[in-house]
């Protein structure tokens, strides 16, 4: 790297004319954090850290907290070091110089974190969309429909500037926390003590050992250091924006823990995996907490979304400025100031309605009347087993990526509600199986898990 270039992004004084169109501040910064950190990835880690923490996956949020703190307090240091929308990718340069492994981490990191990360948690939206407001059997037409007008909603606001992102940003934040904190309420109420005896905990290696899952849910940091170009005094916001964003999830993550450990079994979270949330809200909400849960993943994709382009739009221009990237990402291309975020925007709309399953119409049985087919769609997978429905054929699992703009975990869920038939048949007497388990995918420096809600 010239001098001159180390100067342009060590400098934040360098620049004095866009020193003054830096409008991001703490608080902005915060909630950008903040929504790709917190998002629908909880409801199903929940279940997953339940099989090895048991009820004190409370603790393990905890332990995550604390290691996510400590490499946050790294990354605002570097950020005050090297301010630059560049983020991560700035602190390689400068400790690596602008080699070839550089620039193969770069590409990778871009194409993985941001342009596949981003098409899977606009397909987990599309899903959403579909199932809340179409129907379960709508055409995968809705799906690209619901992905199409997201992606180009979200590009409208990152168009406008990094305020408005901001800003929107925190209208979203604050539907996902507003509804978790009603959450928290509603459970924290009924919370039976016993069930989060010190006694029933296991030992502190199996504790430590779920950190592995519960890490995962505080990568989403990260995004802030993509702020430090936009921010008037990166010296100084940065550091309180990571504190805070990192302080709000952490309590957030532990409440809702406590919360759901509080009121239903461990058995019982490892059963309803990524539904636990809706029924530990059953007595208060009752089947209404699904619908608040699925509007909860709708709010925390499109935050997902909205995070990630911004980190794109400031990656892209930060390589093409340093020669990592093609000019084409840069001010200088002919399609303006916003090329990188323009092209990324295309490269992910086209990704995710390439990943959008198909949904086939579900079979009719010409020898069934309407009411044996209605009472064979909630039992047809629990004959000779015992076991919970699963999906019936035609309802896919879809990949789900929840938080932010690098390296994510996605999650294929169940959708939630086979969660209700089977708490009906519960009441019965009916005896429930365990549920299916979550796959992940787990690139580089982010993640979170996602469920599918009905």
């Given at each position: 790297?010239?001098?001159?270039?180390?100067?342009?992004?060590?400098?934040?004084?360098?620049?004095?004319?866009?020193?003054?169109?830096?409008?991001?501040?703490?608080?902005?910064?915060?909630?950008?954090?903040?929504?790709?950190?917190?998002?629908a990835?909880?409801?199903?880690?929940?279940?997953?850290?339940?099989?090895?923490a048991?009820?004190?996956?409370?603790?393990?949020?905890?332990?995550?907290?604390?290691?996510?703190?400590?490499?946050?307090?790294?990354?605002?240091?570097?950020?005050?070091?090297?301010?630059?929308?560049?983020?991560?990718?700035?602190?390689?340069?400068?400790?690596?110089?602008?080699?070839?492994?550089?620039?193969?981490?770069?590409?990778?990191?871009?194409?993985?974190?941001?342009?596949?990360?981003?098409?899977?948690?606009?397909?987990?939206?599309?899903?959403y969309?579909?199932?809340?407001?179409?129907?379960?059997?709508?055409?995968?037409?809705?799906?690209?429909?619901?992905?199409?007008?997201?992606?180009?909603?979200?590009?409208?606001?990152?168009?406008?500037?990094?305020?408005?992102?901001?800003?929107?940003?925190?209208?979203?934040?604050?539907?996902?926390?507003?509804?978790?904190?009603?959450?928290?309420?509603?459970?924290?109420?009924?919370?039976?003590?016993?069930?989060?005896?010190?006694?029933?905990?296991?030992?502190?290696?199996?504790?430590?050992?779920?950190?592995?899952?519960?890490?995962?849910?505080?990568?989403?940091?990260?995004?802030?250091?993509?702020?430090?170009?936009?921010?008037?005094?990166?010296?100084?916001?940065?550091?309180?924006?990571?504190?805070?964003?990192?302080?709000?999830?952490?309590l957030?993550?532990?409440?809702?823990?406590?919360?759901?450990?509080?009121?239903?079994?461990?058995?019982?979270?490892?059963?309803?995996?990524?539904?636990?949330?809706?029924?530990?809200?059953?007595?208060?909400?009752?089947?209404?907490?699904?619908?608040?849960?699925?509007?909860?993943?709708?709010?925390?994709?499109?935050?997902?979304?909205?995070?990630?382009?911004?980190?794109?739009?400031?990656?892209?221009?930060?390589?093409?400025?340093?020669?990592?990237f093609?000019?084409?990402?840069?001010?200088?291309?002919?399609?303006?100031?916003?090329?990188?975020?323009?092209?990324?925007?295309?490269?992910?709309?086209?990704?995710?309605?390439?990943?959008?399953?198909?949904?086939?119409?579900?079979?009719?049985?010409?020898?069934?009347?309407?009411?044996?087919?209605?009472?064979?769609s909630?039992?047809?997978?629990?004959?000779?087993?015992?076991?919970?429905?699963?999906?019936?054929?035609?309802?896919?699992?879809l990949?789900?990526?929840?938080?932010?703009?690098?390296?994510?975990?996605?999650?294929i869920?169940?959708?939630?509600?086979r969660?209700?038939?089977?708490?009906?048949?519960?009441?019965?007497?009916?005896?429930?199986?365990?549920?299916?388990?979550?796959?992940?995918?787990?690139?580089?420096?982010?993640?979170?898990?996602?469920?599918?809600?009905?």
């Amino acid at each position: 790297m010239t001098a001159s270039a180390s100067r342009e992004q060590t400098d934040p004084e360098a620049s004095p004319s866009e020193a003054q169109n830096k409008a991001l501040t703490v608080r902005g910064a915060t909630v950008l954090g903040i929504g790709s950190m917190i998002g629908a990835g909880i409801f199903a880690l929940l279940g997953e850290a339940g099989t090895v923490a048991g009820a004190a996956v409370w603790i393990s949020f905890l332990f995550g907290g604390i290691v996510a703190g400590l490499l946050g307090y790294v990354c605002a240091k570097l950020g005050m070091r090297f301010p630059s929308s560049g983020g991560l990718i700035t602190y390689l340069i400068e400790g690596f110089g602008q080699g070839r492994l550089v620039g193969i981490a770069c590409w990778l990191g871009y194409m993985a974190a941001i342009v596949i990360v981003g098409a899977l948690v606009a397909v987990s939206f599309g899903s959403y969309a579909t199932s809340l407001f179409v129907g379960e059997h709508a055409s995968s037409t809705w799906n690209n429909v619901f992905i199409t007008a997201l992606l180009l909603a979200m590009l409208a606001v990152n168009l406008v500037g990094a305020k408005f992102v901001a800003n929107a940003q925190s209208v979203i934040v604050a539907g996902v926390l507003g509804v978790f904190a009603v959450f928290i309420v509603v459970t924290i109420v009924n919370i039976n003590p016993d069930l989060l005896a010190f006694s029933s905990y296991p030992s502190l290696s199996k504790i430590l050992a779920s950190v592995a899952l519960t890490f995962f849910a505080y990568l989403g940091f990260n995004v802030i250091t993509f702020t430090a170009g936009d921010l008037r005094d990166p010296a100084h916001d940065l550091p309180r924006a990571m504190t805070f964003a990192l302080g709000i999830t952490s309590l957030t993550y532990i409440l809702i823990a406590v919360g759901v450990f509080g009121t239903l079994t461990t058995t019982q979270v490892i059963g309803y995996g990524e539904t636990a949330i809706a029924e530990a809200a059953r007595p208060t909400l009752g089947d209404a907490g699904f619908t608040i849960m699925a509007i909860v993943a709708l709010l925390s994709t499109a935050g997902c979304t909205n995070a990630t382009l911004y980190a794109s739009g400031n990656l892209t221009g930060q390589l093409a400025r340093t020669g990592l990237f093609p000019d084409i990402f840069g001010e200088t291309s002919r399609l303006g100031r916003h090329a990188g975020l323009l092209i990324t925007t295309g490269l992910v709309l086209i990704v995710a309605n390439r990943l959008t399953p198909s949904r086939p119409r579900p079979r009719r049985s010409s020898r069934s009347s309407p009411s044996d087919s209605s009472r064979s769609s909630s039992t047809r997978s629990c004959k000779d087993t015992g076991a919970r429905p699963s999906p019936r054929k035609g309802a896919h699992r879809l990949p789900r990526a929840d938080n932010m703009e690098a390296w994510n975990m996605v999650a294929i869920s169940q959708p939630m509600k086979r969660a209700r038939s089977v708490s009906a048949s519960e009441s019965t007497g009916t005896a429930r199986g365990s549920t299916s388990s979550s796959s992940a995918w787990v690139s580089g420096s982010s993640s979170s898990t996602v469920a599918r809600i009905r």
